[in-house]
């Protein structure tokens, strides 16, 4: 789109303009409440509504939920509420939009819960018939729609309508059997169960291989259904049962079979016969008081009781662990049914070796400390033994580089065969890097502020004019009788490491002032290369600024010791006269100016 404005005087256009304006034309939001033509609420009376529609426009929204006088209110576009009672109710949506638009729709809610799907399957193999039952219960009314699935890959009629159902498979396979449940209500719901179809029944026998003593019998259940049938038909009772007794006097396999309506299975069980049994507790043994070690014992016993000499039970397990805390004898009794044998073993218990060390230390950065250590026990060694002078002796000098952790090891192999490590820290801390300010020029009488840094603790030598030497920015007054002094000022961080460093003051007779060069040569050859005030007894320097001959300012700062190179924008200025002006501030709060001409030579 175009607007175009022309502008007339008496009679005749002389200026016009022009404005173009790009319009967007896209389809309209309506306002629209769509819900779903019925909601059924089988497990609860708690129900969600959701409206269906895609607008964005809406602004608010009125739900009537159809079970009382009392809930027009609004909500948002997804609600939940509870119903107090079952029944069928009318829900009403209204949703409202921008200049008065207005959207209605209904549903109809259905709340019946206490809808329980559940079926059940049996059978034994793909040659007879398996039995699906239906389970489902329905608590506000009846059960009365079943569509069956069978899952059979080979056919597509494997299907049916009844409650309860038969159907018998062409090959045995995995199936996913669906059931689909209704009842007078209209709740609905699917279940899927995998169904194994085998070739022959479920035979579940409780081990397959087991061992007993010759004067024993053993119980065998077995968890299947069928006709049962058991051979040999030596040593056993009931053998046309699913529980049977054996008592073999030698080893014995015994096969059991099933027969469920033609569908056949069978097994073996091997039950192994000892005329008697024999447990070896293992050689005695020494360890290191207060470990632990495992108990092995060699035998075919089943059952096992440990105790020890003073007939404390230990543990019922095989291989038990323990953990003496003295020489101590163990008895094992071991049973296999009625069949016993006893053994026992003495674990003698022999104290660690000992190493101690002193606590850890701190040392400055190129000095030396002692280690001290004792031991019991038949051996030592130190690690690392880098830095270190002396050590085969206990008491060892170390003058390590950085903070290093010393090992001292102990052997004894007299008795525990274990090695026992102590250490100790040896921190090294460097030394502070102390700073005390740049050399400087003072006026006689006035005060100059000192500020070092670096350290926590500060003292200054000598004390001649300072406020407070044990400060790290005490402040200096010096009179007119003394020309120049060097202080020296000694730091640490609460450690016995310090630094130093020193400072000249040059007194200068006359008052505070502010001196500027005449002229400078910014030419690279490390002299006079840059214009800089040099304030005397100056506290703080509030400008020095530089001035072009068209009174362009082209520098300006500050902080003391800054000044020009001769550049502006990053290229070289020309030969010629520039102006400056100066102003500080001394000590005593008195403002010192300077004004003048300054020449850059090149």
Known sequence: MNVCITEWRNGRPFAEHRKDFIMAVQGCDFIEANLPDKIIQCDNFTVLFENQSSSSAITNYVWN??????????????????????????????????????????????????????????????????????????????????????????????????????????????????????????CLDTLT????????PLLQVPFKDTLICSIDSLPINVNSAGIFNWEPNINISNTNTANVLVYPKDTTKYIVSINNNGCISKDTITVNVLPFIKVTAGLDSTICLNDTIQLRVKSDALQYQWTNQLNETISSVKNPFVKPTGNTTYFVTANLGKCQDRDSITITTVPYPIANLQNDTLICFGNKVQLNGSITGASFQWFPSLNMFNAGSLQPLVAPSKTTRYFLTVSDTLGCPKKVVDSILVQVAAKPIIFAGNDTVVSSNQPLQLNARGGEFYQWFPITGLSDPSIANPIAQLGSTIDSIVYRVRSDNGNSCYGED?????????????????????????????????????????????????????????????????????????????????????????????????VLIR
């Open 65 to 186: 939920f159809g079970d009382s006088l009392n809930n027009t209110y609004p909500q948002s576009g997804s609600v939940q509420h509870t119903y107090k009672d079952t029944g069928v109710y009318k829900a009403l949506l209204t949703v409202t939009g921008p200049k008065g638009c207005i959207g209605t729709d209904s549903v109809e809610v259905r709340v019946f819960p206490g809808f329980k799907s559940a079926f059940n399957i049996g059978g034994s193999c793909f040659l007879n018939p398996y039995i699906f039952s239906d389970l489902s219960s329905s608590v506000y009314g009846s059960v009365n729609f079943w569509k069956w699935n069978f899952g059979d890959e080979s056919v597509l009629n494997d299907t049916s309508r009844l409650k309860n159902a038969s159907y018998k498979y062409q090959t045995p396979s995995l199936k996913t059997v669906q059931l689909m449940v209704g009842d007078s209500k209209g």
């Open 502 to 598: 020193f400072i000249k003051v040059l007194v200068y007779k006359g008052g505070p002032d502010i001196y500027i060069p005449s002229g400078f040569t910014p030419n690279g050859d490390g002299k006079n290369d840059v214009l800089r005030p040099i304030p005397i007894g100056i506290a703080q320097l509030n400008y020095f600024t530089l001035y072009n001959r068209w009174g362009q300012i082209i520098f300006s700062t500050n902080e003391i010791g800054k000044g020009w190179n001769g550049t502006y924008n990053g290229e070289q200025q020309p030969t010629g006269t520039y102006i400056f002006q100066a102003e500080g501030k001394d000590f005593t709060g008195k403002i010192i100016y300077k004004k003048g001409t300054a």
């Open 193 to 200: 169960r995998a169904l194994s179809v085998s070739e022959k």
